[in-house]
C-alpha cells in the first residue's frame, strides 16, 4: 500500500506503514486527504473459491482506505483505531482492479466515519461500506 500526496500523520509512510494484510494484498492509495482517499486493489489473488472478490477483499480494501482518512484527520500525535464496518456487496468482480473512494461524512474529535464506494473497471458499483473509527492519542505520545 503507498500514499502519494505525502500528507499528515503519514508522511514519508512506506508501503509497511499500512499493515501487512494491506500489502500481501495489492492495495495502493492513490490521493490521500482527510476528506477523500482513493485507492485500488487487484481481484486477482483476492478471490474466494468460484474466482470472485471475496468480500473480505471488499471490506479490507474499504477499511483500510477509511483508516488512512481517519489517521489524517486524527493529525500528529493521534491514531485512528476501527470500532465498527458494515459493507453491502452488489455485485461481483473476476479480473482487473477495484477502485475505492473514501469519503468522510463524520469528522470529530473521538470519531471519524467514511462512506467508502468500491467500482470495478468498468465504473459499476460493486460494495458499499461504513467504516467509523475511534480516535486517540498514541501510544506513550
Known sequence: MTETDGAGPLDGAGPDAYGD????????VLEASPERVVGRMPVKGNTQPYG???????????ESLGSVG????A??????VGVEIN?????????GHVTGVAT????????????????DDRDRRVCT?????MLRDAPGG
Request: charged fraction near 15%; charge should be positive; include cysteine.
Open 21 to 28: 494484510l494491506a500489502k500481501a494484498m495489492g492495495v495502493e
Open 52 to 62: 470472485l472478490l471475496h468480500g473480505g477483499a471488499s471490506c479490507v480494501l474499504a
Open 129 to 133: 461500506a461504513r467504516l467509523t473509527c
Open 104 to 119: 468522510r461524512t463524520h469528522g470529530g474529535r473521538t470519531l471519524a466515519t467514511y462512506e467508502i464506494v468500491l467500482t
Open 75 to 80: 493529525g500528529p500525535g493521534r491514531i485512528a
Open 87 to 95: 459493507a453491502t456487496h452488489h455485485r461481483s468482480a473476476t479480473e
Open 70 to 73: 481517519a489517521a489524517l484527520h
